[in-house]
């Protein structure tokens, strides 16, 4: 008697818990589910992230930019002409045996990349900007346009950008280099948009 008057008050208890377990298991299933749509979304429509060379004069710098987005899954573009060729010895040196994993894509002119470049932003990164990267809020779509080592990029480039952010800097440092500044930035846009690999 005791042990079914026990079962008669548990039961309605059991089949309870056991609904909201199975509730809360499909509720952090379907959160599963929808982070693992919205990654899929960002890397295969949205497109992921991506870094753009504009000229790039130094091959070690290049070879570093691309080892870097070998490394945290970020295509690059490379906006020539170059100031070295793709077969010099510090540009394979710098880009090591990554160049042949790495996703880069050389355009032969601004205008031919404008006219085949990825949909998304295009920020600038450039010691003329007056907005910190800090305070920016990047998207995963964006793609992050470095300049040339010697001079930037021209004011026709600046005006067709969407943003121009800046790696503010102690006074009297004009810049830093374009590798590091671009490891720099990535990072920060990388971890706004949660787009470590
Ligand atoms: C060596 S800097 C070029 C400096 C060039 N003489 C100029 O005045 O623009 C090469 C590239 O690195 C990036 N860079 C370097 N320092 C930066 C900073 N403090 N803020 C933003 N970008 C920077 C920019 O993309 C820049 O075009």
Redesign the pocket.
């Known amino acids: 008697m005791r042990v079914l008057r026990h079962d008669a008050a548990e039961f309605p208890f059991f089949c309870r818990t056991l609904a909201g377990a199975t509730l809360d298991h499909a509720r952090a299933s379907c959160g599963g589910v929808k982070a693992a749509f919205a990654a899929l979304w960002t890397k295969v429509v949205l497109r992921p992230m991506r870094l753009a060379l ?1 000229e790039p004069d130094i091959p070690q710098n290049a070879g570093t930019l691309i080892r870097l987005g070998a490394g945290l899954n970020v295509p690059v573009d490379i906006i020539e002409p170059c100031g070295f060729l793709f077969s010099d010895r510090g540009f394979k040196r710098a880009g090591m045996d990554y160049l042949d994993a790495a996703d880069y894509v050389r355009h032969s002119s601004w205008q031919a990349y404008l006219a085949s470049r990825a949909p998304g932003r295009l920020i ?6 007056s907005l910190p ?1 800090t305070d920016f809020a990047f998207a995963a779509s964006d793609t992050l ?9 021209p004011d026709t480039v600046h005006e067709a950008v969407d943003a121009r ?5 102690r006074t009297g ?6 590798a590091q ?2 490891a720099m ?1 990535l990072g920060e846009a990388l971890r706004q948009t949660k787009g470590w690999p």
């Open positions: 504009f600038l990164l450039t010691v003329r900007g990267y346009l470095l300049g040339r080592e010697s001079a930037g990029v952010l800046r790696i503010p800097l440092m004009r810049s830093i280099n374009v500044a671009g930035v």
